[in-house]
């Protein structure tokens, strides 16, 4: 369950392009360029986490399932009080998953009627934006363990949140973002 990583990382990112850009009037599409290419790194870099939450599966399956979705909801909520340029980051941040598991799946089941099991499967793979995480996967990462599914492997899922959260707190001091509705 990496939304909370997502929507963090695409905070993150959208002051990295404030800092990238050096003054750029563009700085905020830098960031969701970044926003956008940080959803393969964080999928890639996934294999190290347990990443195996579901809210039917076993009792400490559902306490991470519904743990990450509350930090999620917590961290959204959290990022639009703060600055609604956040919003986009999270959402570019967030458009793989929503590219290829609702918008591909439903056009592909719709077309079978729904059939039970239809949703959990790959549908269009050539149209998938997470070929970019395939192919981190079977280049830098070819060859290394996968954890999915260890559950001691919570423990960097939750690391890793906080380093996140560390970074942001750090760049909304370092490189803060222009006050006003004007994105320059």
Same mark, same amino acid.
């Given at each position: 369950?990496?939304?909370?990583?997502?929507?963090?990382?695409?905070?993150?990112?959208?002051?990295?392009?404030?800092?990238?850009?050096?003054?750029?009037?563009? @700085?905020?599409?830098?960031? !969701?360029?970044?926003?956008?290419?940080?959803?393969?790194?964080?999928?890639?870099?996934?294999?190290?986490?347990?990443?195996?939450?579901?809210?039917?599966?076993?009792?400490?399956?559902?306490?991470?399932?519904?743990? @990450?979705?509350?930090?999620?909801?917590?961290?959204?909520?959290?990022?639009?009080?703060?600055?609604?340029?956040?919003?986009?980051?999270?959402?570019?941040?967030?458009?793989?998953?929503?590219?290829?598991? @609702?918008?591909?799946?439903?056009?592909?089941?719709?077309?079978?009627?729904?059939?039970?099991?239809?949703?959990?499967?790959?549908?269009?793979?050539?149209l998938h934006l997470?070929?970019?995480?395939?192919?981190? !996967?079977?280049?830098?990462?070819?060859?290394?363990?996968?954890?999915?599914?260890?559950?001691?492997?919570?423990?960097?899922?939750?690391?890793?949140?906080?380093?996140?959260? @560390?970074?942001?707190?750090?760049?909304?001091?370092?490189?803060?973002?222009?006050?006003?509705?004007?994105?320059?």
């Amino acid at each position: 369950m990496m939304i909370p990583a997502h929507a963090l990382a695409g905070i993150a990112c959208i002051h990295l392009g404030l800092m990238a850009s050096r003054g750029n009037k563009h @700085w905020l599409w830098m960031g !969701l360029v970044f926003a956008f290419l940080s959803h393969a790194v964080i999928d890639a870099l996934a294999i190290f986490t347990y990443h195996d939450s579901s809210p039917s599966g076993t009792p400490f399956s559902q306490f991470v399932f519904w743990f @990450w979705i509350a930090t999620a909801i917590s961290v959204i909520y959290w990022a639009l009080q703060n600055d609604r340029r956040y919003g986009y980051g999270i959402l570019v941040a967030l458009s793989y998953d929503l590219w290829d598991h @609702w918008i591909l799946r439903t056009i592909s089941c719709s077309q079978e009627g729904f059939p039970e099991g239809c949703m959990s499967l790959y549908a269009y793979e050539h149209l998938h934006l997470h070929q970019l995480e395939w192919f981190i !996967l079977d280049s830098v990462f070819a060859g290394v363990e996968r954890h999915y599914g260890d559950e001691s492997f919570f423990i960097v899922e939750l690391l890793f949140a906080g380093l996140l959260c @560390w970074a942001i707190s750090g760049l909304r001091r370092r490189a803060p973002l222009p006050v006003g509705d004007e994105e320059e």
